[in-house]
């Protein structure tokens, strides 16, 4: 006898023609099927037996495949449809989403290998450098074999003749002109190539900047010291007739031939074993400086161009919009500001040298005529030093004391009582001045004021201020630099939840892979369920932009969201709570309401699904054994690193990846009868995690990189200068500079016999 | 008297969304009140109910929700949209029209 079809394979029957959307073949199904037992209760109602009742209900039910037809019909656009944002969900939002988070991860990563990369000085091992994406801080340049091709073409021919050659030209000028020892060569070829240019000495005061006598174009092929030493003069000479009035070529032929000729009891360690005597170490060279430093004396002036090469280093950079390029405009900036104070600092320390051997030798008229350079020297550095950058001026005061108070004693031994009593005057004025920058330094408000610092400032603010020493600096004037802070701290959070989503949304889909894989024999295959967008956007907006938005707006709001304090004030752990908290929020509310709405549906839709304590059981176990897994890797690493022993190491990982294979395959097997439940629970919660990575992607990233442009562009304490395009002075930040221009101010008052 | 089964099927859609303007129901409930208010005379099967609502629904007419009755059981309750609200004033003001003419034509008015 044919067995009666049971009311689950009647609806199933009747639904068939769905099969190609499973939800909604599940729904539908699960309708009939509860219609039918409708039916058989009103027939027991009605005084039928059990048996009886099933039996009309069937047999009211009609023909299940005219039925079918039917459904399909009446279901067809909707299935259509609905097989059309499926696959758009598979096939453009999940891969959106990987890519906006590797865009995001990438591009973030890219910024920093390219900033690294850009400050990498060895040329024989040149960095791999990654391509930057749009819309990530710092811009590409051409590779250094594409700028070396085109640097060379340019030779000889007129640098703005092609873009490409324009472009390198304009890269030769950033990478060429860096200020280092290695790079003297190439500067000087860039000056060879634009010597016509109506400012092609500031290239050679630059190039004079950063060569010495020890260069191997003046060392190849030299005969002797003498040949060498005579290139580099000549070389140096050559400047003095490209610029006869500057002083810069004298001081640099003057300091090397005095660190060639002798030695002072300055420039001796400080030490009891150490006699600290002045010594000729060579007559003839110490005779020439004594005379190349009495020709700089008579120079009107010294310009060393630092200011005019910087501007054309920082204006082929890429205007600066975030932290990596400012960073980048600091270590240009460093790179052509610092590097010639050893030399003035080692003439200086000579001058009173030269003149104490000199009077030693009885030349008393030779030894106060060396003593007289004093002041025009200092005079001529100090004049270089305004606009120029803090450190510098700082070098210039500490030059101006030294000589001062050396020219004193020496004047005094000498018996010119009137050049003792005015640079004994001019002593006590450079020290008024230094005293009261000092002063200023240690801060009138005492403890106040650095506690201040400690709380309000930024991190990198706490650092530079002591440097920028007079600066009492309010709260407000360090707002935007702790904001940037704040904002970098946040951008960085950011980060991490889309890494964490994006881990999530990955061992989604691994998990429902694997589920397709493991139901393919039970017929029972796991699908993706549709929510309806009002489910997706409550889960947005409850799980990421409510808490985004009230995180927003109760961190800014003044005295109780804790944005007038820096993070290295006492604020930090409330700082990292808050974040944290937040991030946790929208890692899990969105999973947590979407899970919920499936759980609801899969519930409508008749699949069986484990009860919590079932599902608690075996999580823990599973989680169990990957954390034992790991415990024992960190185990093994720690003995292995000890005992320098990587077999222990290969053995735990085995046996570790044995264990979490073991665990995976208990827990698909423990839930294999709630198979469709897990896969389509998995294959599900893909959505939200897409659509928070798309959201966050596309909104919190670009505002928060926005506001970190903003911010940099406000602060004046730690950056804000190099915004400035038209920028007419060479220093770091325009608070650096405030200070700079005013203790340069004071001591060029007190050179000049102001005060 | 059974009807022509094209008569029944024309006025379905209308009496579906007369009733489901009342309040929600599920498929079963539709059919029960159907019979009840016809005594009997429209004996609507499966077959003529839900391919009418999935088709409603699929034009965004009515909107499914799984509610759990007292004893537990969960039934797909169809309620109707704001757009499905207005289509079924629509149908019902046409049948109006319709019956009205088609009156007037049998007995000389529209009553």
Redesign the interface.
């Given at each position: 006898m044919m067995q009666e079809p049971s009311f689950d394979t009647l609806a199933s029957e009747a639904a068939a023609g769905l099969r190609g959307d499973r939800e909604l073949y599940l729904e539908i199904k699960e309708e009939l099927q509860t219609h039918l037992e409708d039916k058989a209760a009103q027939y027991a109602r009605d005084g039928h037996d059990e048996e009886e009742s099933v039996a009309l209900a069937k047999q009211s039910f009609g023909s299940p495949l005219d039925m079918a037809a039917e459904l399909v019909e009446a279901n067809r656009g909707r299935m259509r449809l609905r097989g059309l944002l499926r696959l758009g969900f598979n096939a453009l939002i999940i891969p959106l989403a990987i890519v906006l988070a590797l865009y995001v991860g990438y591009g973030r990563f890219a910024r920093l290998q390219v900033m690294v990369s850009r400050f990498n000085f060895d040329s024989s091992n040149p960095p791999t450098q990654l391509p930057t994406l749009p819309f990530f801080g710092i811009e590409d340049y051409p590779a250094d074999e594409q700028v070396s091709t085109d640097a060379n073409s340019t030779v000889g021919k007129s640098p703005t003749s092609t873009a490409s050659a324009k472009n390198a030209d304009k890269y030769a000028v950033l990478r060429q002109l860096r200020g280092n020892e290695q790079n003297a060569k190439e500067i000087r070829n860039y000056w060879e190539t634009h010597r016509s240019d109506p400012d092609s000495n500031i290239y050679f005061a630059y190039y004079t900047l950063y060569s010495n006598a020890e260069l191997p174009a003046f060392r190849r092929g030299a005969r002797s010291a003498q040949e060498k030493e005579a290139r580099y003069v000549a070389e140096i000479r050559q400047g003095e007739q490209i610029e006869p009035q500057n002083a810069l070529y004298n001081i640099t032929l003057a300091t090397y031939y005095l660190q060639t000729g002798m030695i002072s009891k300055e420039e001796r360690p400080n030490s009891p074993e150490v006699p600290q005597t002045d010594e000729v170490l060579n007559r003839r060279a110490f005779e020439l400086g004594i005379a190349e430093l009495q020709r700089a004396a008579r120079k009107p002036y010294l310009h060393t161009y630092q200011m005019e090469v910087l501007a054309k280093r920082l204006n082929v950079l890429p205007a600066p919009r975030l932290t990596e390029d400012y960073l980048q405009q600091v270590t240009v900036s460093s790179s052509v500001l610092f590097p010639e104070f050893a030399k003035w600092r080692s003439l200086a320390r000579r001058i009173p040298g030269c003149a104490r051997l000199l009077l030693a030798e009885g030349r008393r008229a030779d030894a106060e005529a060396v003593m007289d350079a004093w002041k025009p020297f200092t005079l001529q550095l100090v004049q270089d030093s305004t606009n120029q950058s803090l450190i510098k001026v700082l070098v210039s005061v500490a030059i101006a004391r030294m000589l001062s108070k050396s020219a004193a004693d020496i004047y005094g031994q000498l018996g010119a009582t009137d050049k003792a009593t005015e640079a004994r005057s001019t002593f006590t004025h450079l020290e008024k001045v230094y005293a009261g920058w000092q002063k200023a330094r240690q801060y009138t408000a005492g403890n106040r004021f650095e506690m201040m610092m400690h709380d309000h400032a930024p991190i990198l603010t706490n650092l530079l201020l002591p440097v920028f020493g007079n600066m009492v600096l309010s709260v407000s004037e360090l707002m935007p630099g702790r904001m940037h802070e704040h904002v970098i701290i946040e951008e960085t959070a950011v980060q991490g939840v889309l890494l964490l989503l994006m881990l999530a949304l990955l061992g989604t889909l691994c998990q429902g892979v694997l589920w397709l894989y493991q139901m393919r024999r039970a017929a029972a295959i796991p699908f993706l369920l549709l929510p309806p967008a009002k489910e997706i956007m409550r889960a947005l907006l409850l799980g990421i932009v409510l808490p985004m938005a009230i995180y927003w707006v109760y961190s800014r709001l003044p005295g109780i969201g804790g944005r007038e304090f820096g993070w290295s004030s006492d604020m930090r752990t409330r700082f990292i709570i808050e974040i944290v908290i937040v991030g946790f929020i929208m890692l899990w509310l969105p999973a947590f309401l979407l899970k919920r709405y499936i759980h609801r549906r899969c519930e409508d839709l008749g699949i069986s699904r484990p009860t919590r304590k079932e599902e608690r059981i075996s999580n823990w176990k599973v989680r169990g054994a990957i954390f034992a897994a790991l415990l024992l890797i960190a185990v093994a690493v720690v003995f292995a690193v000890r005992t320098d022993e990587t077999y222990p190491l290969l053995g735990a990982t085995l046996l570790a990846i044995g264990i979490i294979y073991a665990a995976v395959r208990y827990a698909v097997r423990k839930r294999h009868e709630h198979g469709l439940y897990y896969g389509t629970l998995a294959r599900s919660m893909a959505t939200v995690y897409a659509f928070a990575i798309i959201f966050l992607s596309l909104t919190a990233q670009p505002w928060l990189l926005y506001n970190e442009a903003q911010w940099l562009r406000k602060d004046t304490v730690c950056f804000g200068h190099f915004a400035d395009k038209h920028q007419t002075v060479a220093g770091f930040t325009p608070v650096e500079i405030r200070a700079a221009q005013k203790l340069n101010g004071e001591l060029l008052a007190v050179m000049e016999g102001k005060k | 008297m059974p009807f022509n089964t094209e008569l029944v099927g024309s006025t379905v859609e209308l009496l579906v969304l007369k009733l489901l303007a009342e309040r929600a129901m599920?498929?079963?409930e539709i059919i029960?009140i159907v019979n009840e208010r016809t005594d009997g005379a429209f004996n609507w099967?499966?077959?003529t109910l839900?391919?009418?609502l999935?088709?409603l629904?699929?034009k965004g007419f009515l909107v499914t929700e799984?509610q759990a009755a007292d004893s537990g059981?969960?039934?797909?309750y169809y309620k109707l949209t704001t757009k499905g609200r207005g289509h079924a004033e629509e149908k019902v003001a046409e049948w109006r029209t319709f019956s009205g003419s088609v009156n007037a034509v049998l007995y000389g008015s529209a009553v």
């Amino acid at each position: 006898m044919m067995q009666e079809p049971s009311f689950d394979t009647l609806a199933s029957e009747a639904a068939a023609g769905l099969r190609g959307d499973r939800e909604l073949y599940l729904e539908i199904k699960e309708e009939l099927q509860t219609h039918l037992e409708d039916k058989a209760a009103q027939y027991a109602r009605d005084g039928h037996d059990e048996e009886e009742s099933v039996a009309l209900a069937k047999q009211s039910f009609g023909s299940p495949l005219d039925m079918a037809a039917e459904l399909v019909e009446a279901n067809r656009g909707r299935m259509r449809l609905r097989g059309l944002l499926r696959l758009g969900f598979n096939a453009l939002i999940i891969p959106l989403a990987i890519v906006l988070a590797l865009y995001v991860g990438y591009g973030r990563f890219a910024r920093l290998q390219v900033m690294v990369s850009r400050f990498n000085f060895d040329s024989s091992n040149p960095p791999t450098q990654l391509p930057t994406l749009p819309f990530f801080g710092i811009e590409d340049y051409p590779a250094d074999e594409q700028v070396s091709t085109d640097a060379n073409s340019t030779v000889g021919k007129s640098p703005t003749s092609t873009a490409s050659a324009k472009n390198a030209d304009k890269y030769a000028v950033l990478r060429q002109l860096r200020g280092n020892e290695q790079n003297a060569k190439e500067i000087r070829n860039y000056w060879e190539t634009h010597r016509s240019d109506p400012d092609s000495n500031i290239y050679f005061a630059y190039y004079t900047l950063y060569s010495n006598a020890e260069l191997p174009a003046f060392r190849r092929g030299a005969r002797s010291a003498q040949e060498k030493e005579a290139r580099y003069v000549a070389e140096i000479r050559q400047g003095e007739q490209i610029e006869p009035q500057n002083a810069l070529y004298n001081i640099t032929l003057a300091t090397y031939y005095l660190q060639t000729g002798m030695i002072s009891k300055e420039e001796r360690p400080n030490s009891p074993e150490v006699p600290q005597t002045d010594e000729v170490l060579n007559r003839r060279a110490f005779e020439l400086g004594i005379a190349e430093l009495q020709r700089a004396a008579r120079k009107p002036y010294l310009h060393t161009y630092q200011m005019e090469v910087l501007a054309k280093r920082l204006n082929v950079l890429p205007a600066p919009r975030l932290t990596e390029d400012y960073l980048q405009q600091v270590t240009v900036s460093s790179s052509v500001l610092f590097p010639e104070f050893a030399k003035w600092r080692s003439l200086a320390r000579r001058i009173p040298g030269c003149a104490r051997l000199l009077l030693a030798e009885g030349r008393r008229a030779d030894a106060e005529a060396v003593m007289d350079a004093w002041k025009p020297f200092t005079l001529q550095l100090v004049q270089d030093s305004t606009n120029q950058s803090l450190i510098k001026v700082l070098v210039s005061v500490a030059i101006a004391r030294m000589l001062s108070k050396s020219a004193a004693d020496i004047y005094g031994q000498l018996g010119a009582t009137d050049k003792a009593t005015e640079a004994r005057s001019t002593f006590t004025h450079l020290e008024k001045v230094y005293a009261g920058w000092q002063k200023a330094r240690q801060y009138t408000a005492g403890n106040r004021f650095e506690m201040m610092m400690h709380d309000h400032a930024p991190i990198l603010t706490n650092l530079l201020l002591p440097v920028f020493g007079n600066m009492v600096l309010s709260v407000s004037e360090l707002m935007p630099g702790r904001m940037h802070e704040h904002v970098i701290i946040e951008e960085t959070a950011v980060q991490g939840v889309l890494l964490l989503l994006m881990l999530a949304l990955l061992g989604t889909l691994c998990q429902g892979v694997l589920w397709l894989y493991q139901m393919r024999r039970a017929a029972a295959i796991p699908f993706l369920l549709l929510p309806p967008a009002k489910e997706i956007m409550r889960a947005l907006l409850l799980g990421i932009v409510l808490p985004m938005a009230i995180y927003w707006v109760y961190s800014r709001l003044p005295g109780i969201g804790g944005r007038e304090f820096g993070w290295s004030s006492d604020m930090r752990t409330r700082f990292i709570i808050e974040i944290v908290i937040v991030g946790f929020i929208m890692l899990w509310l969105p999973a947590f309401l979407l899970k919920r709405y499936i759980h609801r549906r899969c519930e409508d839709l008749g699949i069986s699904r484990p009860t919590r304590k079932e599902e608690r059981i075996s999580n823990w176990k599973v989680r169990g054994a990957i954390f034992a897994a790991l415990l024992l890797i960190a185990v093994a690493v720690v003995f292995a690193v000890r005992t320098d022993e990587t077999y222990p190491l290969l053995g735990a990982t085995l046996l570790a990846i044995g264990i979490i294979y073991a665990a995976v395959r208990y827990a698909v097997r423990k839930r294999h009868e709630h198979g469709l439940y897990y896969g389509t629970l998995a294959r599900s919660m893909a959505t939200v995690y897409a659509f928070a990575i798309i959201f966050l992607s596309l909104t919190a990233q670009p505002w928060l990189l926005y506001n970190e442009a903003q911010w940099l562009r406000k602060d004046t304490v730690c950056f804000g200068h190099f915004a400035d395009k038209h920028q007419t002075v060479a220093g770091f930040t325009p608070v650096e500079i405030r200070a700079a221009q005013k203790l340069n101010g004071e001591l060029l008052a007190v050179m000049e016999g102001k005060k | 008297m059974p009807f022509n089964t094209e008569l029944v099927g024309s006025t379905v859609e209308l009496l579906v969304l007369k009733l489901l303007a009342e309040r929600a129901m599920y498929g079963y409930e539709i059919i029960q009140i159907v019979n009840e208010r016809t005594d009997g005379a429209f004996n609507w099967k499966e077959g003529t109910l839900y391919p009418v609502l999935h088709r409603l629904e699929g034009k965004g007419f009515l909107v499914t929700e799984w509610q759990a009755a007292d004893s537990g059981k969960k039934r797909r309750y169809y309620k109707l949209t704001t757009k499905g609200r207005g289509h079924a004033e629509e149908k019902v003001a046409e049948w109006r029209t319709f019956s009205g003419s088609v009156n007037a034509v049998l007995y000389g008015s529209a009553v």
